[in-house]
């Protein structure tokens, strides 16, 4: 039995390990539990944070999105990952796997458009929308040209009051199954790889 700690950034992320993600890892093995930053990402508060997460577990990861983490200067997503594993003591590396989703975690609702506006109530035009967008950028993750056109604003702007982010987000992954998100999105499906990979195959 691995137990592994996840720092997430907030609550749609908790709720997404929580409904989602550890119960998958579960089979493995592998038992998450969300340790939730309430926002505020930086470099400084991860190294702040690190010292008690590894001490309390087998292992660490982290979910956090690139397009709000704070100090990241002109590092690249990957570069940013390697400054993060820095952060840690050499000795202590083996039990810590950052992790950045690249743009944002709502780019994972671009994977599966049509369950998203499903579930959204959402009408042909917005569906058109959500598939312009990924065949602009080219994958679901790299949904990200603005900050206004971020996935969540993107979201935001087509759906209104009727897209409630901690809420719709894990709802929709969860529906969806992890097997559909990860064939669309390679970076999370290599990051919950190696989550796999902690404890054996199921």
């Known amino acids: 039995m691995i137990r592994l700690g996840i720092s ?7 709720e997404f390990i929580l409904q989602v993600l550890a119960p998958h890892l579960a089979r493995y093995g592998v038992f998450a539990s969300p340790v939730d930053m309430r926002g505020n990402v930086s470099r400084d508060r991860i190294r702040g944070a690190l010292p008690h997460l590894i001490a309390s577990f087998d292992h660490v990861s982290t979910l956090y999105d690139y397009y709000r983490f704070k100090q990241r200067e002109t590092l690249s997503v990957d570069a940013l990952q390697t400054a993060m594993l820095e952060l840690v003591a050499p000795a202590q590396r083996r039990h810590f796997t950052p992790y950045i989703q690249l743009h944002e975690f709502e780019a994972l609702l671009f994977a599966v458009p049509e369950l998203t506006v499903q579930t959204l109530g959402g009408t042909e035009r917005q569906l058109h929308a959500l ?22 604003h993107r979201l935001l702007a087509l759906f209104g009051r009727d897209y409630e982010k901690p809420f719709h987000g894990p709802e929709v992954l969860r529906i969806a199954g992890l097997p559909a998100i990860r064939a669309r999105c390679p970076r999370f499906d290599a990051w919950v790889t190696r989550l796999e990979n902690l404890g054996g195959r199921a």
Request: hydrophobic share 30%; net charge negative; with cysteine.
């Open 8 to 14: 997430v950034e907030g609550a749609t992320e908790r």
């Open 131 to 152: 598939r312009a967008a990924v065949d602009a950028c080219g994958s679901p993750e790299a949904v990200n040209d603005r900050p206004e056109t971020s996935p969540s």
